[in-house]
């Protein structure tokens, strides 16, 4: 029986030295905040931590803390999972630390809370961790943008709002490209666009190419109150024709978006009209003038 209890003591007492030590150091690491609070996935995240030595007359000759990154996050380009702050018995901040690392959320990442590591080590032999909780959510939106009209003096968009959440403040622009000429204002101040909403845009579009795409942008702040942008391209087709019976130039604008298409001629197209209309009065007037003689 004694030589039981003196094996356990002896694996006890070997179980105790070969403890990391910092075991010996108690300290207390606070996630103090992340930013953005919550984090988008696919976007970067800073988070900010602290660590108190629970008794500051005893501080570590060599401290150091890691992050262990696990999926959805990971380091970005250039960072350094390892924060070496050495012997820290004679400096000011002996009783506090404070460091932060930023780390790259996974685009596929769950939204809610995910967890993440982070450990300190004192005299590098070994890390005591634990997990912290950073929240992920989507705030972010999308647009789709659709020709709605098309007249001969303007081309009328529907910015369509297809994500899941409001996009605030939106304001769309048509920027300077080389197969269009705007006439007049090239930016239209939609205000706030729901899930699922949309709102029209007017602009006075003139194609100075053909079947090329119109590149549009379109300006929100999520609901982190981050200013987005979103490009979209809108394909119009331009082919211009002379007649060769005095007509005129016809002048055609064609959206091909969504396999529909809408078709705008220019005011030629008017005296066509107007010249069918005069042959049947003309006509209509010569048959009733045959039958007053008669």
Known sequence: MKRIEQMLISIFVLFWLMMPLASAYKLNIELMSQDPMPVNNGDVVEVFFKADIEDPKDPPEDLSFKIFPEYPFSLTLNENATREFGDVRDV???????????????????EGDNKIKVGYSVGGTGYATRYYTISVAETRTDFDVIVQDLSESS????VVNIGANTGYSVIVRIPEQENFRITGTSTSVMGNIDAGDYTLAIFQITPTSEEKDLAVEVFYTDALGIRRTVQKEVRLEAIETTGTSGMGEVTRIRSTQGGGFSTLESSSLMYIGIGIVGIIAIVVFLKFRKRKKR
């Not at 002996?94 to 685009?107: A, I, M, P």
């Not at 081309?155 to 529907?158: G, K, M, V």
């Open 92 to 110: 000011y901040y002996k009783e506090s630390f404070t460091f932060k690392y930023r780390l790259l959320v996974d685009e596929n990442a769950n």
């Open 155 to 158: 081309t009328t968009l529907a």
